[in-house]
């Protein structure tokens, strides 16, 4: 004759077979559950992508306005430069100046700063040496701009 204990273990349970009660159920939990913590962690990714495009459109217009008012100094002293007959080259090197930024300009306000990204990344795909020396160049100026702010 079968013990009490004995019966108990004969019999099917829901949870499935003897020694695996509760393992279905808690693997279905976890994967529940990292599936919950990978769409919040890419919930928050886009979040931050989307800050940082914002913040950086709203530097590139900033930047784009500076220009700007860059171009129209030059315009300015290329116009008292030109009534001046000594100063005629000056002022058309001055006024070339001046187009060149204001093109510059034009060219951040209107692009999107994930457009100009990867038109940065064809030129330097298409010209790496060129795209080194500019590099190079735009470093050696920020160092010497931010040696003379610190004077």
């Known amino acids: 004759m079968a013990t009490a204990y004995e019966s108990d273990l004969a019999q099917p ?7 695996t009660a509760g393992t279905a ?3 279905d939990t976890a994967h529940g559950t990292t599936q919950a913590v990978k769409e919040r962690a890419g919930a928050i990714w886009d979040d931050a992508k989307e800050t940082a495009r914002t913040k950086m459109n709203q530097q590139k217009d900033a930047a784009a306005e500076g220009l700007g008012e860059v171009a129209g100094a030059l315009r300015d002293a290329a116009r008292r430069q030109s009534g001046d007959g000594a100063g005629e080259p000056l002022a058309r090197l001055t ?3 001046a187009d060149g930024l204001e093109r510059l300009s034009s060219t951040l306000r209107n692009k999107d700063v994930s457009a100009m990204l990867r038109d940065m990344d064809n030129f330097a795909r298409n010209q790496p040496v060129a795209f080194f020396g500019l590099a190079l160049a735009a470093g050696f100026l920020a160092v010497r701009f931010l040696k003379a702010g610190n004077d």
Do not use: E, K, N
């Open 13 to 19: 349970t829901s949870s499935g077979p003897v020694g």
């Open 25 to 27: 159920g808690t693997s």
């Open 95 to 97: 006024s070339s100046a």
